[in-house]
């Protein structure tokens, strides 16, 4: 330890003994991947083992990483957001999220999850203290005993690394000594469970977290009486009803059972690696489930006839009633296993589970129904099923013939063997009525019970898109279909649905106090305090502050708030200002929310980080500007920054990447999907991001430097000519690319016309011969290279250039004959294109009849008053290109006998003279 450790644990110690050492760490959990499959499975046990209640709000539990704190007073990880009592010989437990369920026994309706504390492994420090003062210690501060833990001299088996451990039951006060040994010369510490040493698992071994000691709890912590007493799983050939599957669920306890805190799962035939790793879950129940009373889960598709209602509070649900009769489901109250159909891990075959003692016996197609001496459910995930002492009778079967699953349903909505006593209609529901001051009751417009997040993201799930944009475009057709826009009231309504306390649904939860408060507390006018106001999360003046506009109304990012929190978070954009800013208070206490007024930075507690995110990426997605005319919003875009206060007015917010960070860093949780669910129920559309969350990284993964579709990395260019003269060879060459030493590349050239690209070399350097084009003409090529797992892609071009075409031609034959008489010209073409072909026409002259072939042209000369020249062109043509070159014959005029010619002395003579050779010029323009 360094001097300045051992300079404040000098100083501690003497403070120590101000603490109350009835507060003790009791149990001790570090779970590991290959320990029962729990990597997360870690939790810390603190005991009150005095004579009166302990204040829970002046308790702090602090964890050191391997011996690295400097000073006590700088931990790497706190916890002290306790709250209430603990009562004398009662305990509290601290798990982390991530544990198993059948790791989380739940003892006390005060145990917390909470990350960061609970990061520890093995070789780490915890320290608990109480006023500010020590009161226990686990471990040695300033000492890293190294990656097997701390050690116990006196027991080889002894270790903390992937352990579970339980304190002494002689221990009743706790280490304040942080320069003590550990475990020291007389270990306070039992070995219940090590991955290392080979003891019962962790799951096993956590059924002690709940009371000090070093023995399992005397029993089973759950509420009692809860349990599955019916399970149908209907097949086609059964009465036809494929579709006929139901689990009932019965209270046989002495009190009425809070359903927002039950959970059924279903494991598909012993596929599920870990239990929390669940195919399906429903955990949407609401109200209370009565004493002796029933409530049935159906599958929506089931036959009219089979689903017979019981309760108002039957629900029907795809999902969790997939099952086949060698699926596994599992029932937890508050994250403890309180019953368990079939065997965890295990598949039976297709047949499903059998009874050795009853040959009859089947899960498969087959309706069952709980003895009615059984009044507590199986919660060892180990026991066999249905086990030596079989507690379920077959009602239904198709395999062994009996009676129908329409027939047999009647015992839904009723523990106990038999029929329920007579068909119970079930009560009209009551209309909905808007629960807060002044608000309206609000009419559904979606049916959850139809949705099918398959159906509705069918466009996506089966569309082959270009980029993240044409994702983006085509998630925003989506969710905008059936999106009816609420008024700026209806609103108030929207969220008594959506934010409904899971605990308490006379209350709404405040996004960033995460406080409580009646719906009816909604704030009309005034201050505000005590009240809770409509939180626009993308802030409105950010190009919407009109309620006309459909984004001022958006249920998807309108949160219950505070109206003090509210008025400190402003219009300010979303980003990473803990360290720079100041946490803003809430009735004096700290929210966890930072706010730096500098920048004009709002940092939301961790515990909604990823549900700002997914609201800001929703409305980046859903307002993409493509239907303004209907919605009068501009196209919303998340940039990766902040923006100024210049900017308040555009339709920008950030950050983006710290979102994107967020949304890792709060995954979707139950509450946020309730939550789209309400909104869709009343607004008719929903949050993709929420549904789909990998859509996340299919849309902003590229731009946040985590794309789903890397591309492979290469240094190196492509040598192309800029142009070539058509007709003639080029090559392309990619030779000089490289991926790194030692790397194999591949390569497929294409080339492009228009949408259309055709394959046309796979080696590093293509060589191809020019076309023939008749202008100038560019050719474009992509070169898609591959590592043999990553691929890029490179486009180059080069332009194709046109030789106009010229021959050389040389006439021969007669070209100078007397009228009427015939005259034949052939032309010689010197070094003519194969294809090329010819034709003839006449240019200037009296017309002539003539027949041309080829080379050859034939000329019956015209009668001419005068001489005059006739002109033919020969054109040869190649392609889309020709030549043409003219030859003119001259045709002599034959003098008429008697006539003589002019004299040219006179004055009419010498006219005739000048005129002659006019007439004949226009004769042959003519």
């Keep these: 330890m360094n001097a300045v450790a051992a300079a404040t644990a000098m100083v501690l110690c003497g403070l120590s003994t101000a603490a109350n050492a009835d507060l003790v760490i009791t149990e001790y959990s570090e779970g590991d991947k290959s320990f029962n499959g729990g990597g997360n499975n870690k939790a810390v046990e603190i ?486 106001n409509r939180e626009h999360v993308w802030a409105k003046s950010h190009s919407f502050p009109s309620d006309s506009q459909w984004g001022y109304t958006d249920a998807h990012h309108l949160r219950p708030s505070d109206p003090g929190i509210n008025t400190a978070r402003s219009n300010n954009d979303f980003g990473a200002c803990s360290d720079t800013g100041e946490e803003v208070l809430f009735n004096g206490v700290g929210t966890g929310n930072y706010l730096n007024k500098t920048t004009d930075c709002w940092e939301p507690r961790d515990e909604v980080k990823g549900d700002v995110a997914r609201m800001i990426m929703y409305m980046d997605t859903r307002y993409q500007g493509t239907d303004t005319a209907t919605t009068q919003m501009l196209d919303l875009v998340a940039v990766d920054r902040l923006t100024t206060t210049a900017e308040d007015n555009l339709p920008l917010i950030g950050t983006l990447c710290e979102l994107y960070a967020w949304n890792t860093q709060d995954p979707v949780d139950s509450y946020e999907q309730n939550r789209n669910n309400q909104v869709y129920k009343y607004q008719g559309n929903r949050n993709p991001f929420i549904d789909r969350p990998e859509l996340v990284q299919e849309v902003y993964g590229a731009v946040c430097g985590d794309d789903p579709n890397p591309a492979l990395v290469v240094d190196g260019d492509i040598v192309t000519p800029e142009s070539v003269t058509e007709g003639t060879g080029y090559t392309i060459d990619a030779s000089a690319i490289t991926a790194g030493e030692g790397v194999t590349l591949t390569y497929k050239w294409e080339q492009i016309v228009a949408e259309e690209k055709t394959v046309v070399g796979d080696q590093a350097v293509l060589s191809l011969t020019a076309p023939m084009v008749k202008a100038d003409e560019t050719l474009s090529f992509a070169l898609t290279i591959s590592d043999g797992s990553l691929a890029t892609t490179k486009d180059v071009s080069l332009s194709v250039v046109n030789v106009p075409l010229t021959l050389s031609v040389e006439f021969a034959g007669t070209t100078k004959v007397t009228e009427g008489d015939k005259a034949s010209i052939t032309a010689t073409v010197a070094d003519a294109p194969e294809g090329t072909s010819y034709s003839w026409k006449q240019l200037s002259g009296s017309t002539a009849v003539f027949t041309a072939t080829g080379l050859t042209l034939d000329v019956t000369t015209p009668s001419v008053n005068i001489d005059q020249v006739l002109v033919f062109e020969l054109t040869a043509t190649l392609g889309e290109e020709s030549f043409s070159k003219s030859v003119s014959i001259e045709v002599i005029n034959t003098e008429e006998t008697g006539w003589t010619k002019p004299d040219g002395a006179g004055s009419l003579g010498g006219l005739m003279t000048l005129l002659l050779p006019l007439m004949w010029l226009r004769r042959r323009q003519g």
């Excluded at 198993?100 to 909470?114: H, L």
């Excluded at 994250?335 to 159909?341: K, N």
């Excluded at 009044?375 to 060892?380: F, L, S």
């Excluded at 006593?421 to 009551?430: K, M, Q, R």
């Design 47 to 532: 005991s009150n083992l005095g004579t009166v209640a302990v204040d829970l709000t002046k308790v702090k539990i602090a964890s050191y990483t391997k011996g690295a704190a400097n000073t006590i007073d700088a931990p790497n990880y706190t916890y002290d957001k306790f709250t209430g009592e603990l009562a004398p010989n009662s305990s509290i437990v601290i798990y982390n999220p991530g544990a198993s369920v059948g790791f989380k026994t739940r003892k006390s309706a005060i145990d917390v999850e909470t990350t960061g504390v609970t990061y520890f492994t093995g070789n780490d420090t915890l320290i608990l203290t109480q006023d500010g003062a020590i009161v226990d210690i686990f471990g040695k501060f300033g000492e890293d005993p190294g990656s097997n833990g701390w050690a116990d001299a006196n027991n080889p088996d002894f270790t903390t690394s992937n352990a579970i451990l339980r304190r002494k039951a002689n221990v009743t006060t706790g280490v304040t000594d942080i320069t003590a040994d550990f475990p020291g010369s007389t270990n306070q510490w039992v070995l219940v469970g090590s991955k290392v040493k080979g003891q019962i698992t962790d799951i096993e071994a956590s059924k002690g977290f709940g009371c000090p000691g070093e023995d399992a709890c005397s029993s089973d912590a759950t509420p009692g009486g809860l349990l599955i007493t019916e399970y149908s799983e209907g097949d086609k050939s059964f009465n036809g009803g494929g579709n006929n599957k139901a689990v009932e669920i019965s209270n046989l306890g002495t009190v009425a059972v809070d359903l927002t805190k039950v959970k059924i799962a279903s494991y598909t035939k012993g596929a599920a690696n870990t239990i929390d790793a669940p195919n399906y879950t429903y955990d949407k129940f609401t109200g209370e489930l009565a004493p002796n009373s029933s409530i049935v889960i159906y599958n929506p598709g089931a036959s009219v006839g089979f689903k017979t209602r019981k309760s108002a509070i039957d629900v029907e649900t795809t999902g969790v009633t997939y099952f086949t009769g060698n699926d596994t489901l599992i029932l937890t109250q508050d994250g403890a296993i309180v019953d368990i159909f079939g065997k965890f891990g295990e598949d039976p075959g297709s047949n499903g589970w059998a009874d050795a003692n009853n040959p009859d016996f089947t899960t498969s197609n087959a309706i069952l129904r709980r003895k009615a001496n059984v009044t507590t459910g199986v919660t060892d995930i180990t026991a066999d099923f249905p086990g030596s002492t079989n507690q379920w009778v077959l009602v239904g079967s198709k395999v062994k013939g009996q009676i129908t699953d329409i027939e047999a349903s009647k015992g839904f909505g009723c523990p106990g063997e038999d029929a329920c006593s007579g068909d119970v209609t079930p009560p009209e529901p009551e209309l909905e009525t808007g629960p807060c001051t002044n608000c309206e009751t609000l009419t559904p417009v979606a049916d959850l019970t139809t949705f099918n997040a398959e159906i509705y993201y069918s466009d996506v799930l089966s569309g082959d898109f270009a980029n993240a944009e044409e994702l983006k475009n085509a998630l925003s057709t989506i969710i905008a279909k059936g999106h009816k826009q609420l008024s700026y009231k209806q609103v108030w309504s929207a969220l008594t649905h959506a934010d409904q306390d899971p605990n308490n649904e006379k209350n709404v939860m405040e996004i960033y106090t995460g406080k409580s408060i009646p719906k009816l507390d909604n704030q009309q006018s005034g201050g505000g305090v005590g009240k809770w």
